[in-house]
């Protein structure tokens, strides 16, 4: 079954230093693979996405994230965390089907509180 | 550039009540996507249209829930009668089929159900 971890529910770091939230997955083939944060009361907003080309994506608000296909992993990383990053941060793949290519479906992970503290 | 509108924004209803969300999509996004989200979850697929076609509705409970996109434009899901496991948030997306922001999804604010 097409499945997407995050191991770490909660992810705690001191403004200023770097951050990871980690992400694996479990899906056939060279899936898209995204990152949405959440915010209290408010939708999920598209932060980055990886297709193909370099492992390194960057996106929105300094983070990036680096795409390892041996280890299916898409871990997002920030080098300095502000306070205002505290949010809910969820990873998600979207399959890509031999023949029919990618229908944009979302497969998401089970998310990640990031809190970042003064 | 409007994003995606949805409403109500809160509903809570008794169980075995029916209840409807509607959702308008960012203006010329053919696709359009239905999720719900249970608390400590990520969100789940019930359904994507693009256009006024279904694509994916492999996730829908087909015996109680219901969506439609007439005209291609806007939606509306209907639970028809709501068990108290529904309790979720609907969120509600769209997504361009071309251009640099092709497959990716903008997520309405959603509609927070709560089934008693």
């Known amino acids: 079954a097409q499945s997407v971890a995050q191991p770490e529910d909660q992810v705690n770091v001191a403004e200023g230093n770097p951050l990871t939230v980690k992400c694996t997955y479990s899906?056939?083939?060279?899936?898209?693979l995204f990152w949405y944060v959440q915010y209290p009361n408010r939708g999920l907003q598209f932060l980055l996405k990886?297709?193909?080309?370099?492992?390194l994506v960057k996106g929105s608000y300094g983070f990036e994230a680096e795409f390892n296909k041996s280890q299916t992993s898409f871990h997002l990383k920030k080098p300095s965390a502000l306070v205002s990053d505290s949010a809910l941060y969820f990873c998600?793949?979207?399959?890509?089907?031999?023949?029919?290519?990618?229908?944009?479906?979302?497969?998401f992970g089970q998310g990640t509180t990031l809190q970042v503290k003064p | 550039e409007a994003g995606v509108a949805q409403s109500p924004r809160y509903k809570i209803i008794e169980k075995r009540q029916s209840v409807a969300f509607w959702c308008n999509p960012i203006?010329?996004?053919?696709?359009l996507y239905w999720y719900q989200q249970i608390l400590g979850q990520g969100p789940k697929l019930l359904i994507q249209?693009?256009?006024?076609?279904?694509?994916?509705d492999s996730q829908l409970p087909k015996d109680r829930f219901s969506a439609e996109r007439l005209k291609g434009v806007d939606s509306t899901l209907k639970i028809q009668p709501a068990k108290l496991e529904d309790s979720a948030v609907y969120l509600c997306?769209?997504?361009?089929?071309?251009?640099?922001?092709?497959?990716?999804?903008?997520f309405g604010p959603g509609t927070r159900l709560t089934v008693l």
């Open positions: 997306a769209s997504s361009s089929i071309s251009g640099p922001a092709a497959n990716e999804q903008f």
């Open positions: 899906v056939s083939g060279n899936p898209y």
């Open positions: 990886y297709i193909t080309g370099d492992n």
């Open positions: 203006s010329g996004h053919a696709t």
């Open positions: 998600a793949v979207s399959p890509v089907y031999h023949g029919s290519g990618n229908t944009g479906k979302l497969i």
């Open positions: 249209f693009q256009n006024n076609g279904v694509v994916d």
